[in-house]
């Protein structure tokens, strides 16, 4: 495994960490999603998770960014990573789950013998925390 791999394996493992400790919409959980994949990120945001808009008035960041807060934000960004994956995602009572799997010729649904599965206190959570557990798997599955 290449430094640079190994670089991005702890990374995914950092911000995996931190999914499953997240308990509901985070910014800084959000900047942390996009650098990990290299999804653009609006620099002129300061310390306090505020930005400026054209004009320099300040605005709130997490309307750009919404990964942990928006279930489309998050289905969007898994999409861009995972682009023919299957997903699932659903509400049991209190918790949320999602499922990712890898689409192949047998149709839609795939084999899912490359599953993964994640629960979490919202989808977008859920839906995340499973995309990095994907992530990852893939990572130490090429590693052999």
Not at 22 to 44: F, H, K, M, N, T
Request: charged fraction near 25%; proline fraction near 3%; charge should be negative.
């Amino acid at each position: 495994m290449s430094a640079e791999v190994k670089e991005k394996l702890i990374a995914y493992r950092s911000v995996l960490a931190d999914l499953e400790k997240a308990g509901g919409a985070d910014i800084w959980l959000d900047r942390a999603v996009s650098i990990a994949l290299d999804q653009p990120w609006d620099w002129s945001v300061d310390w306090r998770g505020w930005g400026y808009d054209e004009a320099g008035k300040s605005i709130e960041q997490e309307k750009a960014f919404p990964y942990t807060s928006s279930l489309d934000a998050a289905i969007a960004l898994v999409e861009r990573v995972l682009p023919g994956w299957a997903r699932e995602v659903s509400l049991w009572g209190n918790l949320a789950r999602a499922s990712l799997w890898e689409c192949d010729r047998e149709g839609w649904h795939g084999s899912k013998s490359n599953k993964v599965t994640a629960t979490s206190k919202t989808e977008p959570l859920a839906l995340l925390t499973a995309l990095f557990r994907a992530l990852i798997a893939q990572m130490e599955k090429a590693d052999g």
